[in-house]
């Protein structure tokens, strides 16, 4: 369930160029104010090196920002200094979520609920989003899809930047349908070597029919399912889905 991203925390926001993160903030803030409450907390949960936390609290709203990883929280940190509205970052797993009090809406974005592997802890997680969310407030969350990782098996992705190079290998089972990831990260060193790490990360393919039914054991009674970054219905063999709960 974990991502620690020990290694690849630093390099990150460098290698992740196709995150699109201010168009799917912008995606995300139009559905907040459409809201049936008005939004002024919102929760970004799993929320990374905090770029989507960052572009929220410069649109106005006060967030709380949680991840389990502490190298990607500390990204996070740096990133926010500055801001006027300096999101409140918060170590915490998913699936022992607390807040100090409710908060109007929740947001988890780039499928970090893919990073839940077993689904108890989807269900828990579910169940706490719920407990922490007020009465008609919204929460916005996204996933990678079954036919994406099936795609992924056993392919080879690139990224590079002028001093990072890193290499994905992804496998995927259909026994599972848990896509493993290993991750080689090569970063230039200050006096012009380079060190190598290794990271391998696992992510599970979840059925819509699946978060549809634990969302509704979690007690989100509305649920809504278009594709990614868009109000039309997902297409098939879509890379992402874009789930609206209340």
């Given at each position: 369930?974990?991502?620690?991203?020990?290694?690849?925390?630093?390099?990150?926001?460098?290698?992740?160029?196709?995150?699109?993160?201010?168009?799917?903030?912008?995606?995300?803030?139009?559905?907040?104010?459409?809201?049936?409450?008005?939004?002024?907390?919102?929760?970004?949960?799993?929320?990374?090196?905090?770029?989507?936390?960052?572009?929220?609290?410069?649109?106005?709203?006060?967030?709380?920002?949680?991840?389990?990883?502490?190298?990607?929280?500390?990204?996070?940190?740096?990133?926010?200094?500055?801001?006027e509205?300096?999101?409140?970052?918060?170590?915490?797993?998913?699936?022992?979520?607390?807040?100090?009090e409710?908060?109007?809406?929740?947001?988890?974005t780039?499928?970090?609920?893919?990073?839940?592997?077993?689904?108890?802890?989807?269900?828990?997680?579910?169940?706490?989003?719920?407990?922490?969310?007020?009465?008609?407030?919204?929460?916005?969350?996204?996933?990678?899809?079954?036919?994406?990782?099936?795609?992924?098996?056993?392919?080879?992705?690139?990224?590079?930047?002028?001093?990072?190079?890193?290499?994905?290998?992804?496998?995927?089972?259909?026994?599972?349908?848990?896509?493993?990831?290993?991750?080689?990260?090569?970063?230039r060193?200050?006096?012009?070597?380079?060190?190598?790490?290794?990271?391998?990360?696992?992510?599970?393919?979840?059925?819509?029919?699946t978060?549809?039914?634990?969302?509704?054991?979690?007690?989100?009674?509305?649920?809504?399912?278009?594709?990614?970054?868009?109000?039309?219905?997902?297409?098939a063999?879509?890379?992402?889905?874009?789930?609206?709960?209340?």
């Open positions: 369930m974990t991502r620690d991203y020990e290694a690849l925390a630093s390099s990150y926001d460098g290698l992740m160029t196709g995150g699109q993160y201010r168009r799917r903030a912008a995606f995300l803030v139009r559905r907040l104010r459409r809201s049936p409450i008005p939004v002024e907390t919102v929760l970004d949960l799993g929320c990374g090196t905090g770029t989507i936390a960052c572009l929220l609290a410069e649109r106005g709203f006060r967030v709380l920002a949680a991840d389990e990883s502490e190298d990607m929280l500390a990204q996070a940190s740096v990133k926010a200094e500055g801001l509205r300096r999101p409140l970052f918060l170590r915490q797993s998913m699936t022992r979520l607390r807040l100090a409710p908060v109007d809406g929740v947001v988890s780039i499928d970090s609920l893919n990073y839940l592997t077993r689904e108890r802890d989807l269900r828990e997680t579910f169940r706490r989003v719920r407990r922490w969310l007020k009465p008609g407030g919204l929460f916005l969350f996204d996933v990678n899809t079954p036919a994406k990782f099936r795609r992924m098996d056993r392919q080879v992705y690139l990224d590079e930047t002028e001093d990072s190079f890193c290499a994905w290998r992804t496998f995927f089972s259909e026994r599972t349908q848990i896509c493993t990831y290993q991750v080689d990260l090569f970063r060193l200050p006096g012009g070597t380079w060190d190598r790490s290794f990271e391998e990360h696992r992510e599970r393919a979840w059925s819509e029919e978060l549809r039914a634990c969302l509704a054991d979690a007690g989100f009674s509305a649920v809504g399912l278009t594709g990614d970054l868009s109000d039309r219905p997902p297409e063999g879509e890379d992402r889905w874009q789930f609206q709960c209340s």
